[in-house]
């Protein structure tokens, strides 16, 4: 079956620990994405990657890191730098990451910080 | 600036009856693209449509409706008779390509209960 897989589905961890949230996809895609989701708002740019080996930063990259060195993997680093971590991570893909295409979603990991 | 406005934030319906989840938007785009998303409460946004803003034709899928109006700037969706299944948020969202970067902006959602 195709689709995109992250892990965990939730994540604990302690104020000022780095935390890497996970985001694998067989579809591929070409174009990954990673977004933020807080309660009652719409969801936040993170980073993109329309390549391997190349990204770029969303609406709120401060506080995240990304790599993407291969086609199928683009993990989110959420540094201790991140003032407020605490929110819902979704990760996306697209064929193309072009004007026409669509983004699909993975199932998210809910991210809580102690 | 873009910006998508889903005002309902919260509509609860008895199962059969129609719903209408309204979107407004704005862009200064004159290709652009919007989007339809669910998220059941396992939390996975599913794809529902999407429509270019030369398509102003109705779609229709099953009890799926969607009525775009560039005139209004809206993109407003119907579910008839409505089930239980149906309750989730959903998220509309749009597409566009500013000074040559794209970006995709999403309303902040509305949670549609269906009480049975």
């Known amino acids: 079956d195709g689709g995109i897989t992250q892990s965990p589905k939730y994540l604990f961890r302690k104020e000022g620990q780095n935390v890497t949230l996970s985001c694998e996809q067989n579809?591929?895609?070409?174009?990954m994405y990673w977004y933020r989701q807080d309660p009652g708002q719409g969801l936040r740019l993170i980073y993109y990657?329309?390549?391997?080996?190349?990204?770029q930063k969303g609406d709120i990259a401060e506080g995240y890191s990304v790599s993407r060195e291969k086609k199928e993997s683009f993990p989110l680093t959420v540094t201790s730098a991140q003032k407020n971590p605490t929110a819902f991570y979704l990760c996306?893909?697209?064929?193309?990451?072009?004007?026409?295409?669509?983004?699909?979603f993975g199932p998210g990991t809910r991210l809580t910080v102690l | 600036a873009q910006k998508v406005t889903q005002a309902q934030t919260e509509i609860s319906v008895v199962e059969k009856e129609d719903v209408t989840l309204d979107c407004v938007y704005e862009?200064?785009?004159?290709?652009?693209?919007l989007f339809w998303y669910k998220q059941p409460p396992s939390g996975e946004l599913v794809f529902l449509i999407r429509?270019?803003?030369?398509?102003?034709q109705n779609e229709i899928s099953g009890r799926y409706s969607w009525n775009f109006q560039k005139s209004t700037s809206s993109f407003n969706f119907t579910i008839t008779a409505s089930q239980v299944v149906d309750s989730a948020v959903y998220f509309c969202?749009?597409?566009?390509?500013?000074?040559?970067?794209?970006?995709?902006?999403f309303g902040t959602g509305t949670k549609l209960q269906v009480i049975p």
């Open positions: 862009t200064r785009d004159t290709t652009y693209y």
């Open positions: 579809l591929n895609h070409d174009a």
């Open positions: 429509r270019n803003s030369f398509d102003e």
């Open positions: 996306a893909s697209s064929p193309e990451g072009g004007p026409t295409d669509t983004q699909y």
């Open positions: 969202a749009l597409r566009d390509f500013i000074g040559g970067y794209q970006k995709v902006t």
């Open positions: 990657s329309q390549i391997v080996n190349d990204f």
